[in-house]
């Protein structure tokens, strides 16, 4: 499995609703990360977890949650969004640091009402 | 944060011809990554390039490296309407999990 899934691909919102967005991976990756796409600029780094600890935050705003249960599986738990918040989601993992690139997903395309 | 330019923002060129992108960061890097975007979806690693490595060739990808000058160039040669897409260059710094993405390059070959 050279894959990283997420679910859900789409996903409206309302500003008062919680969800949560869900990524995995079977590489034996012991790195994730979560990235943020508006359109038509480039991915802006928001979380990355490192054999399953919190290792680096954008200083993104709380209501958007990370959490990594296992080394498989990273969730972004969203709260009290606002329109601005609309944008692809992307998850990736990577191997290591110095010799690999990383495996994303094809994201979820969030679009908050 | 945005770590590097890239240059040009867009270009359009025919199919079979050779298409260059460059890309220029601010601060020292451990390595320089490329990745293609099509429409908006998940990114597809093309092509790693330590610091301390000048050129890498990967099928019709080569990448330099110039680490005096903080810039990086990757070549398409002999374009397919398949290479349609957006190019970002990515860096990492020194050996943080920490990989910061250019501004991209939107590449159209027309068939």
């Known amino acids: 499995d050279t894959e990283v899934t997420q679910t859900p691909k789409h996903l409206v919102m309302g500003m008062t609703n919680k969800k949560s967005l869900k990524c995995e991976q079977h590489m034996g990756h012991r790195a994730m990360y979560w990235y943020k796409q508006k359109a038509k600029k480039p991915p802006e780094l928001m979380f990355v977890?490192?054999?399953?600890?919190?290792?680096i935050n954008e200083s993104v705003p709380s209501r958007f949650s990370p959490e990594c249960p296992n080394s498989s599986l990273l969730n972004l738990h969203l709260h009290a969004l606002q329109p601005e918040d609309s944008a692809l989601y992307l998850c990736?993992?990577?191997?290591?640091?110095?010799?690999?690139?990383?495996?994303f997903g094809s994201g979820t395309r969030l679009t908050v009402v | 944060s945005q770590q590097g330019e890239e240059d040009p923002q867009a270009l359009s060129i025919q199919e079979g011809e050779n298409a260059t992108m460059n890309c220029s960061y601010k601060t020292s890097i451990n390595n320089l990554q490329w990745y293609r975007q099509n429409s908006g979806r998940g990114l597809v690693h093309l092509i790693l390039?330590?610091?301390?490595?000048r050129e890498k060739h990967s099928g019709r990808l080569r990448v330099t490296l110039d680490t005096s000058k903080k810039s990086s160039s990757l070549l398409i040669t002999a374009s397919r309407a398949a290479d349609t897409a957006s190019y970002f260059c990515a860096t990492r710094m020194d050996s943080s999990y920490k990989l910061i993405f250019g501004s991209g390059t939107r590449l159209l070959v027309r068939p």
């Open positions: 390039i330590r610091s301390n490595e």
């Open positions: 990736a993992s990577s191997r290591g640091v110095d010799t690999y690139g990383y495996t």
């Open positions: 977890y490192s054999y399953e600890k919190l290792s």
